[in-house]
């Protein structure tokens, strides 16, 4: 008898994430994310988490159905790779906000230095938006990955 825990499991860790995701919507987040990430860097990681997870769930019912293994070496690839993606934003934005608050700054002008603050918030909400997109959406897809490679393992000892 074929046992399908592993892609329940993958099943309700999903289901949790579209859950986030409408809450991340309703509570305004993704606007917010949207207007101070002038790279759009979030947008792809998390289109590639959710393509990647999406291929990790049809990994986990397939190994569940036929018990062919399947490690997901895509998957772990992709999973690091978001967290490198989030890192290169977390450059752009510290780069952008170093460029843009020291080129030219009049320090004896408040108005200059209102300024410059106010510029440097777009750089930081950069960096720090793409970082927790990459190391969330990395530690969501490692999870997944996690639990097919489990229910794999599983499948083959009972």
Avoid: P
Avoid at 1 to 15: D, E, H, N, P, S
Avoid at 54 to 62: A, E, M, S, V
């Amino acid at each position: 008898m074929k046992t399908y825990t592993a892609f329940l499991r993958w099943w309700l860790i999903f289901i949790l994430m579209i859950l986030g995701s409408i809450t991340l919507y309703v509570t305004g987040m993704i606007d917010e994310i949207n207007r101070a990430d002038f790279t759009k860097i979030s947008f792809f990681i998390y289109g590639l988490f959710i393509v990647f997870s999406i291929h990790t769930g049809i990994l986990t019912y397939r190994s569940c159905k036929t018990g062919h293994i399947n490690e997901g070496e895509t998957g772990w690839f992709v999973a690091d790779k978001l967290m490198a993606l989030g890192m290169v934003g977390t450059v752009i934005g510290f780069i952008y906000t170093l460029q843009s608050v020291f080129v030219g700054l009049d320090t004896s002008s408040t108005e200059a230095m209102q300024g410059a603050l106010s510029s440097m918030s777009t750089g930081m909400s950069t960096a720090l938006y793409t970082t927790a997109s990459g190391l969330i959406c990395s530690l969501l897809l490692k999870v997944q990955l996690f639990n097919l490679s489990q229910g794999q393992k599983n499948s083959h000892e009972g």
